[in-house]
């Protein structure tokens, strides 16, 4: 097959547009849809200048999403004085597995030329996710430990690093996963939340105070095209699944969009078109609760309960309770 841009050979078909790719072709579609969704999410502020740029902190993994989003971004933005990219790695203390990828997140910060900081668990918390998976004092999976201390991390040190937007790899079948799930329990509170991730709603008001802004610059491309961007581009991300990794039920709503999009192309686009508008919808009208977060008693994060759920788990972990 030949591309539909230029005529040289096809390396990629895309079913929801139909369009047959070259190498260079898809790479360029890829960064044109990433800047698109920065541009039409305003994350650029334009009271950003060179003397007070706005600081970026990308949470950065070493997995070919984070990778891929860092490489465009460093692309992007190298030229342009007005943004600041810090590139924030956690290491949550899994064997054989974090190791090689904080390798990756090095080698691609060193190429790049990029700021980057290293936080572990260890330091942060005094526990290593292989011990909390084999204690399980709450008995959880061990993700249910593990989001709640990286969230933890994300939002203080962008607080320390004086980020102005915190920006994630999540991609179009994460997005279009989480939006499923969430229709699916039915809980309008969780699918409100979905603007926490978004400029241009919930952060732009009433919690900007409190949470640094996100963005995420992928959800517009599906993960097989940022699996193949990160190959082409021949980048340095680490594909080994966490040895931890639980989420059976994602793991069902993943194939079950799987066989929607190649039986129905256009399916997660569609998806994520209104649960953007549901999600809007529902922030506004769950909005009020939103001022009602006080200060947890340890730590000062904001919680609606006397101690926050990061602090609670620490010290399940340690026994404590
Ligand atoms: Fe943590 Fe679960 Fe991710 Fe492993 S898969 S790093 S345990 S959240
Ligand atoms: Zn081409
Ligand atoms: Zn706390």
Same mark, same amino acid.
């Given at each position: 097959?030949?591309c539909d ?30 800047r ?7 994350v ?8 007070d740029? *706005? ?9 070919? $999403? ?36 904080? $390798? ?6 060193? $190429?790049?030329?990029?700021r ?10 005094? =526990?290593?996710?292989?011990d909390v ?29 004086g980020? *102005?937007?915190?920006?994630t ?26 603007? *926490? ?6 952060? *732009?008001?009433?919690?900007?105070e ?10 517009? =491309? ?48 569609s ?6 508008q ?5 922030a506004?009208s ?5 001022? $009602?977060l006080?200060?947890?008693?340890r ?19 340690d026994?404590? =309770?």
């Amino acid at each position: 097959m030949d591309c539909d841009k230029c005529g040289t050979d096809a390396v990629t078909h895309l079913a929801y547009s139909g369009l047959h790719l070259c190498e260079g072709c898809f790479t360029q579609s890829v960064e044109k849809r990433v800047r698109k969704r920065i541009r039409e999410d305003g994350v650029v502020p334009d009271d950003a200048t060179p003397e007070d740029p *706005d600081t970026w902190v990308i949470g950065l993994s070493g997995g070919k $999403d984070s990778v891929v989003l860092t490489k465009i971004l460093h692309d992007t933005f190298e030229q342009d004085p007005r943004i600041e990219l810090i590139g924030l790695t956690i290491h949550e203390g899994i064997e054989g597995y974090r190791d090689e990828s904080v $390798d990756a997140c090095v080698e691609l910060a060193d $190429d790049l030329d990029l700021r980057h900081e290293l936080v572990t668990y260890e330091d942060e918390f005094g =526990v290593q996710m292989d011990d909390v998976a084999e204690d399980d004092p709450e008995g959880m999976a061990p993700c249910a430990y593990c989001g709640v201390f990286r969230r933890d991390i994300l939002e203080r040190y962008a607080d320390e690093l004086g980020a *102005d937007k915190l920006l994630t790899g999540h991609n179009l079948d994460d997005e279009a996963q989480t939006a499923l799930m969430n229709f699916l329990e039915g809980n309008p509170r969780q699918i409100a939340k979905h603007f *926490d991730a978004s400029l241009g709603g919930f952060d *732009d008001r009433e919690t900007q105070e409190t949470f640094v802004p996100r963005a995420k610059p992928l959800r517009d =491309v599906p993960e097989k095209e940022v699996a193949l961007y990160a190959h082409v581009e021949n980048l340095p991300a680490h594909i080994t699944e966490c040895p931890h990794a639980s989420e059976a039920y994602r793991g069902e709503i993943q194939e079950l969009l799987l066989k929607l999009e190649s039986n129905h192309p256009g399916t997660r686009h569609s998806i994520m078109a209104g649960y953007e508008q549901l999600a809007e919808t529902a922030a506004d009208s769950l909005r009020d609760g939103v001022d $009602d977060l006080g200060e947890c008693d340890r730590c000062g994060a904001p919680t609606d309960r006397d101690v926050c759920r990061k602090c609670y788990l620490v010290e399940a972990v340690d026994g404590e =309770v």
